[in-house]
């Protein structure tokens, strides 16, 4: 088994930063990508970004401005999502996600995931 830990969510103002990290524990070895999703207040859960273990790098939704990046340590099994320029819009609870398997296109919905983490909000005020 995969346990997902996150944190570095909070209250932000537009336009300001904020840096989450992901840390798995368990059977971390094993990953082969890491992801963060986003859901906001009756919506459905969102893929943000996503990053892989087994050298197909980093990739991101259609629909991601250049605000996210995402970066990683793959002898940790750590990712971290930084947030610039934060909208309200980007309020939500935000989720890392892990899959412990090969994948033949780039995971990027829910089903595609097989751990997740508790999520932690960020809210952006306006």
């Known amino acids: 088994q995969v346990q997902l830990v996150e944190s570095g969510g909070g209250l932000v103002q537009a336009g300001g930063s904020l840096r989450l990290s992901c840390a798995a524990t368990g059977r971390a070895f094993s990953l082969y990508y890491m992801a963060w999703f986003r859901q906001a207040p009756g919506k459905e859960r969102e893929f943000v970004i996503g990053?892989?273990?087994?050298?197909?790098?980093?990739y991101y939704a259609d629909s991601l401005e250049d605000r996210f990046t995402i970066s990683g340590d793959n002898a940790k099994k750590t990712v971290h999502l930084q947030m610039n320029s934060l909208k309200p819009e980007d309020t939500a609870v935000y989720y890392c996600?892990?899959?412990?398997?090969?994948?033949?296109?780039?995971?990027?919905?829910?089903?595609?995931?097989?751990?997740w983490g508790q999520g932690t909000q960020v809210t952006v005020s306006s």
């Open positions: 996600a892990a899959r412990g398997a090969s994948f033949g296109s780039l995971p990027k919905t829910v089903n595609d995931f097989n751990y």
């Open positions: 990053i892989s273990w087994n050298g197909r790098g980093t």
